[in-house]
């Protein structure tokens, strides 16, 4: 299932495999599929320290989709709002979910949870949510991080080689007066030679389309180029330095663009 762009799930009850959150992304069913519970939810934030409960059930409903084929079942799913502290405005739950069993399963679930992950209550309690928030975000970012270069390293290593040789014989010599310095003005600490692998290897993710990189990941929720940013993204080892070297990489190479064509 997907999950909006820049948020990470920092909250999920251990369900059974399949849950609800196993299902296909289409969300269409000729008959009801099995799972553990019938519904489900999750806690989503981003790095701003916004957060949401994605909550997502089955439903018997025909629809019929663009290709004119009839589907018996649905997945049916919600995005709702968490204020300051964490709390859903409980009294507009009816209008979104219209099952009582899952409204009470999921008022229960993040009851329970927000009384462990609150901090204590004082002066500070609003920034120290917004930071334990980001903590969290961090933390599943850098596992999906972490996991992308581990399951894509035997593709990515094996191209890299050559591109590695086209780039120093052919495009290198052209911003090899720019490319170092401009990355190390913006506050960059990696080597000459780490910074021009991550360059070539932007180039290798990038174009790559047809392999484990987007099959493996899909429940991920991210879409193709956020999978292959999020990989590379992986092999640079933090997204603020991922941002710094693309952001040079930009102002860098982009000059180049018409030279290059002709």
Known sequence: MRIPQGFFVIYQ??????????????GLFKVRPGVCAPFGLRVLADEHGNTKVQCAWLEKDQTRDDNGQIWDFGLK?????????????????GEH?????????????LSQWREAYLPKEGNTFVQDLKNKIK????????RL???????????????????????????YPLVRDTLFRAYQDQGGKFDESRLVRLVVMFDCIFEHEQTDLFARIEHAGLDKE?????????????????QRIHGVMEAVFRPLVPKMAA
Request: proline share 5%; net charge negative.
């Open 145 to 171: 991080y972490s996991r992308l270069s581990t399951i894509n390293h035997d593709w990515v290593m094996a191209r890299l080689p050559k591109r590695l040789q086209v780039f120093r014989t052919y495009i």
């Open 135 to 142: 903590a969290s975000v961090k933390e599943q970012k850098d």
């Open 97 to 109: 979910i219209p099952d009582k069993a899952f409204i009470d399963a999921l008022e229960q679930a």
């Open 226 to 242: 956020n999978q292959a940013w999020d990989c590379w993204a992986g092999f640079v080892g933090s997204e603020d330095e991922a």
């Open 77 to 93: 799913i919600e995005l709702l709002d968490l204020d300051d502290h964490l709390e859903l405005d409980s009294a507009r739950l």
């Open 13 to 26: 009850p251990k369900y059974q495999v399949p849950s609800v959150f196993d299902l296909h992304p289409r």
